[in-house]
């Protein structure tokens, strides 16, 4: 199992610029999150998932979109980027009724300039 | 909504010695995650406790939780350099699946 996959590692975007963060996971899992941290903070929940076809807002949803069409993949779009969505971005899943872990993808570090 | 709060959120320890981290929390919630993250990573699972009096342990490192007072604890024993890390806790909303984190414990154990 590759667990949690993110791509891409690193990106930066110029203000105004659209992109989608991608997120694969291989474990069947329903339940996925999105969430970033900003440099020297904790982590900040975007949007959420409990499974194909049902998303719903985290603590700071605002400039983000997603989408969850397959029980595999969970894509955060981010509209119009500025300054303050610099972040390390990180997607997570779990199962919820198995070993409860959640598991955390590599990150991606966006820089918006 | 759900507020997780972390303290210390900076500490500085020599080795050698015992110290605690806690997590309260203010809603219900039936589980509770315990994470380390070093600088440039993702984070590492450590712990997921489910029930009330729950304990488990890896190593110099000890976690539990108390669900009627909302609280868990990372207990550290005999801290060694290696525990040098950022210790995240997070909640599992019972209401809606969201998992809420901490502010994190920077934790810099000196030699």
């Known amino acids: 199992n590759a667990g949690v996959t993110q791509t891409p590692k690193f990106r930066i975007l110029k203000i105004g610029q659209s992109m989608t963060l991608q997120c694969t996971q291989d474990m069947n899992h329903n339940y996925m999150y999105w969430y970033r941290q900003d440099p020297g903070m904790g982590l900040k929940l975007i949007y959420y998932?409990?499974?194909?076809?049902?998303?719903d807002k985290g603590e700071v949803p605002n400039g983000y979109n997603v989408s969850r069409s397959t029980t595999e993949d969970f894509p955060l779009r981010l509209e119009l980027a500025a300054p303050s969505q610099t972040s390390v971005y990180f997607c997570a899943s779990t199962s919820g009724t198995k070993d409860y872990e959640q598991y955390f993808g590599p990150g991606t570090r966006l820089t918006v300039t | 909504e759900l507020k997780v709060e972390q303290n210390p959120l900076f500490l500085s320890m020599q080795e050698g010695k015992n110290y605690t981290i806690y997590c309260n929390y203010s809603?219900?919630?039936?589980?509770l995650y315990w994470y380390r993250q070093d600088p440039g990573k993702s984070l590492e699972s450590l712990f997921v406790l489910l029930s009330n009096g729950a304990v488990k342990q890896e190593g110099r490192l000890m976690a539990s939780l108390d669900t009627k007072a909302r609280l868990s604890t990372l207990h550290i024993t005999a801290a060694v350099h290696d525990l040098s890390a950022t210790y995240f806790c997070a909640v599992l909303m019972n209401r809606d699946d969201k998992i809420i984190f901490g502010k994190g414990t920077r934790l810099h154990i000196l030699p």
């Open positions: 998932s409990v499974g194909a076809g049902i998303t």
């Open positions: 809603t219900t919630s039936d589980r």
